[in-house]
């Protein structure tokens, strides 16, 4: 079975500043695919990054980074340069071997407050 | 292109009514799934289609749920003598089914509230 761990408390970040989300995992298959989406007050879901565990590089896309760390089985969010509009929350999600036929697993998610 | 839509947006009903909750995935995605969001909780897997057929029901809580695509494309998430905890977000996703990222794009969702 797959599990997320997302535990840090509501994050604060001043605009224009970088941010890091915190999550964990645990599995014990060898294939997986690690997701982040954005869950703005309007409540749709939005992809964000992704990351392969047989992926050598650490996935980016536009201000979005991901902090993949196999060993320890974490796949941080590092956001750059924050913007008002990152206010939102922030769920990590897990997709066992499988691939589109496996259903994804998320945290609790985690909530990102931007400062003006 | 048009994103997976969901309908209605928000729905209140009695608790014992029966409900039916709409999806249209993106145009092509062959893969479906329903997810069911709590308050201050992280989405939940509810069944999963591939094509016509339910490929995964294993997230449906019990049998007052049914869910149904029977063309390939849209899918009705059906809940029997409603209770009060059936309220949530209901989310409905599609994905291609193949590539390298099985990216799953969601809808709105569908609040659903049990008085």
């Known amino acids: 079975a797959q599990k997320i761990t997302q535990t840090q408390p509501g994050m604060f970040v001043q605009e224009k500043e970088a941010v890091t989300l915190d999550c964990t995992y645990d599995?014990?298959?060898?294939?997986?695919?690690l997701f982040w989406y954005k869950q703005p007050s309007s409540g749709e879901m939005i992809f964000l990054i992704y990351q392969g565990s047989y992926d050598e590089q650490n996935a980016t896309e536009g201000r979005y980074s991901l902090n993949f760390q196999k060993a320890r089985k974490s796949a941080n969010l590092v956001i750059s340069a924050s913007q008002l509009g990152d206010s939102a929350m922030y769920f990590c999600a897990m997709l066992p071997p499988g691939g589109a036929n496996s259903k994804l697993t998320f945290g609790k998610g985690i909530t990102l407050s931007v400062r003006p | 292109g048009a994103g997976v839509s969901q309908t209605p947006s928000n729905k209140v009903t009695e608790k014992g009514k029966y409900v039916e909750l709409r999806c249209d995935p993106i145009?092509?995605?062959?893969?479906l799934y329903w997810y069911r969001q709590s308050l201050g909780q992280g989405p939940e897997f509810l069944i999963y289609f591939q094509g016509t057929g339910a490929a995964d029901d294993s997230g449906l809580p019990n049998d007052r749920f049914f869910a149904v695509r029977p063309e390939g494309s849209v899918s009705t998430l059906k809940i029997q003598r409603t209770e009060r905890g059936d309220s949530a977000v209901y989310l409905c996703?599609?994905?291609?089914?193949?590539?390298?990222?099985?990216?799953?794009?969601f809808g709105p969702g569908t609040r659903l509230t049990v008085t």
């Open positions: 996703a599609s994905s291609y089914g193949t590539g390298p990222t099985y990216e799953q794009y």
């Open positions: 599995t014990s298959d060898q294939s997986y695919g």
């Open positions: 145009s092509g995605h062959t893969a």
